[in-house]
């Protein structure tokens, strides 16, 4: 193999080894699946939250009607109400805090994967680099041994063409 298309070789490997999709073998992010459970629970929890605002608004139609009835038992309702109320604004309350708490994790956990995919490529980097400057010490290396071979092959013939052009000379002239 000619050292050019040694250098090709090593230098197309590089390359594809730096810029290629990484197949390694990544633990599975158990703080991911984390987050999506979490995620999953909180989804619940709206769902309930919603239910708890359906049963606030029941509650307060109740009550609305019973005080246009004049229905004896409005200040029950309205205890109730305002009881339904209050838990709906706390539970939604609780609920918003949580998923800005989850999604400021997630952007967390974003973040550290982006760092460890940036330390991946470094590390990549640094090995190229090592790789590269093996193979440059290597190819420098072969490069002054057929320079020197070629320059002894250079000598040998400027020797021969010397000695060819004594010898076609006039004999007379080497005595």
Do not use: C
């Not at 000619?2 to 197309?12: F, M, P, Q, Y």
């Not at 490997?13 to 984390?34: C, I, K, M, N, Y």
């Amino acid at each position: 193999m000619k050292w050019t298309d040694k250098v090709k070789s090593a230098l197309r490997t590089a390359v594809a080894d730096l810029f290629s999709e990484e197949t390694g073998s990544r633990e599975p992010d158990r703080a991911a699946a984390q987050l999506d459970v979490t995620q999953a629970r909180l989804n619940v929890l709206q769902d309930e939250v919603a239910l708890a605002v359906a049963r606030a608004k029941r509650a307060q139609q109740t009550w609305q009607t019973a005080v246009t009835q004049n229905h004896p038992d409005t200040d029950l309702l309205q205890a109730r109400y305002q009881a339904y109320r209050e838990t709906a604004v706390s539970l939604q309350a609780d609920l918003a805090h949580l998923q800005q708490r989850l999604d400021a994790l997630r952007r967390h956990n974003a973040g550290l994967h982006e760092r460890e995919d940036n330390v991946a490529v470094l590390e990549t980097l640094h090995t190229l680099h090592r790789d590269v400057e093996k193979t440059a010490d290597s190819l420098h290396e072969e490069l002054t041994d057929r320079q020197e071979t070629i320059a002894q092959r250079e000598d040998h013939a400027a020797a021969r063409a010397d000695l060819r052009a004594r010898l076609s000379r006039d004999p007379r002239d080497n005595k």
